[in-house]
């Protein structure tokens, strides 16, 4: 006991001596060495976390005060030196960095002052160093090297933004090369991938937007849904697979995808193929297509579906239930009376299975041609196996008995561990058996998902 306690102890001030190293006073003083190294810009970060969790804390403001200022003086020295030097660029960001630590600083109440002088000094040479960046990005516009105008404009349009036109000149750098790029797309006819690429570009950016439009327009490719067939004697299910992959084609969103009315599709269809079958009917199912304005006719049929039941059934178990009594001695000990009692358990058991069978077709109405054909086998299983009892399946233990009344040389009672970890899941076991409906409109979601999928996959402009 006393060497669990201690153990307690050690294990409370190693949790207290980690958190304390977090506090806003060890905090600081990991700032303050840092400091005495003048690692100031370290030193500053430490400030800046003991500040976080004590605002008012002083010993971090004086700190934060102290290393800041002399952060801020090297950013300024080296500003000093760089514009000596000629190197403008080093220079300006020497000023931001100072100025951003300062404005970082002021976030705590803590004053910090930058003299004018840099002010002017920075102003100075920002305007030259935008002049000449703004300049040379015009001669990389004018050369057509993209990236590199873009880069200077995206400079140029942070560090003064309202700079002359720098915003419309970076539009240029940027989207120029994807606007010619979706332009050559559209003329060999590649209508998504150029849509696409127009898809990057602002609409009011020259002609994007009627271009764009242009490109969704030829790539086009509206489907007519045919009344899917069906071969087994469930009936009705064809009519849900055909309903689903509607509705998950249309909600699916692909810009270039259109779902001609089913309505007119069927009209249309009954009055075409009235007597006939076999390959007239295909053809005639692919010029009813046409006629109603669709580059391709979806077409299925429901070639299987089997449902195999195993209805649940009730198995009687012998075991026995445990009972624990509690005895109160009179000299105030206790002692316990453990008694089994036989008992009658049941084992439930039972399965459902679905197969099911669907092909569809996806066919040109320009060409006849076969685009997308296949057949989907898809099955679900799904059983049960488990012990009930209306006892406590803790206290219940395997074994066998002969007679309930009675006593018999053949009783027993399985000391096995194992063999009561076995009952013990099988009273845990699942109970729910899924029916053949939930089963069937599992896989009917699975094909239509891959049907849909499949659909949505094919680009005519790969063919």
């Known amino acids: 006991m006393v060497t669990n306690h201690l153990s307690k102890i050690y294990i409370l001030l190693i949790f207290i001596s980690t958190f304390s190293c977090e506090t806003p006073k060890h905090l600081t003083k990991k700032g303050n060495k840092l400091l005495e190294k003048e690692f100031y810009y370290d030193a500053c970060t430490y400030y800046f976390k003991a500040l976080n969790k004590n605002s008012v804390f002083i010993k971090a403001k004086e700190g934060l005060k102290n290393a800041g200022e002399k952060q801020i003086d090297a950013y ?147 489907i007519a849904i045919l009344k899917f067939e069906n071969h087994t004697t469930s009936t009705g299910l064809e009519n849900s697979i055909s309903s689903q992959i509607v509705d998950k084609l249309i909600s699916i969103n692909n810009p270039f995808l259109k779902i001609v009315d089913r309505r007119l599709t069927n009209t249309i269809i009954n009055e075409q193929i009235l007597g006939m079958s076999g ?55 206790k002692s316990y009376d453990t008694t089994f009692e036989k008992i009658k358990y049941n084992i439930i058991k039972g399965s459902n299975n679905v197969e099911i069978g669907f092909n569809f077709q996806l066919t040109s109405t320009e060409s006849g041609e076969i685009l997308i054909s296949k057949l989907i086998n898809k099955s679900k299983k799904d059983e049960v196996y488990y012990a009930q009892s209306n006892l406590d399946y803790r206290k219940i233990f395997p074994g066998n008995w002969i007679w309930q009344n009675r006593k018999s040389s053949d009783d027993y009672i399985s000391s096995s561990k194992s063999e009561k970890r076995a009952l013990d899941r099988l009273f845990r076991s699942k109970k729910n058996l899924l029916s053949t409906d939930q089963l069937t409109n599992n896989i009917i979601n699975q094909i239509t998902n891959q049907v849909t999928q499949q659909i949505n996959n094919y680009n005519p402009e790969n063919d």
């Open 76 to 222: 300024l020295d080296n500003f000093f030196k760089n514009k000596s030097y000629g190197n403008k660029r080093k220079a300006i960001y020497n000023y931001l960095d100072a100025v951003k630590l300062k404005d970082k600083i002021e976030t705590y109440s803590i004053n910090i002052e930058i003299s004018q002088m840099y002010r002017r000094d920075y102003n100075t040479l920002l305007d030259e160093y935008v002049e000449k960046s703004y300049n040379n990005a015009l001669e990389f516009l004018n050369n057509e090297n993209f990236p590199e105008a873009e880069e200077l404009f995206h400079e140029i349009s942070i560090l003064k933004p309202n700079f002359r036109d720098v915003n419309s000149m970076k539009d240029i750098a940027t989207y120029e090369p994807i606007y010619r790029k979706a332009n050559k797309l559209l003329e060999i006819k590649k209508f998504r991938t150029s849509y696409y690429e127009f898809d990057k570009i602002p609409l009011n950016y020259k002609k994007c937007r009627e271009k764009k439009n242009l490109a969704q327009n030829e790539a086009m490719y509206s």
């Open 279 to 333: 390959q007239v009917k295909e053809k005639t199912n692919a010029k009813a297509g046409e006629l109603i304005g669709a580059k391709a006719v979806l077409s299925g049929n429901l070639a299987t579906c089997n449902q195999t039941q195993i209805p649940l059934e009730k198995i009687f178990k012998k075991g026995w239930f445990r009972t624990i009594k509690t005895i109160y001695n009179e000299d105030k000990t």
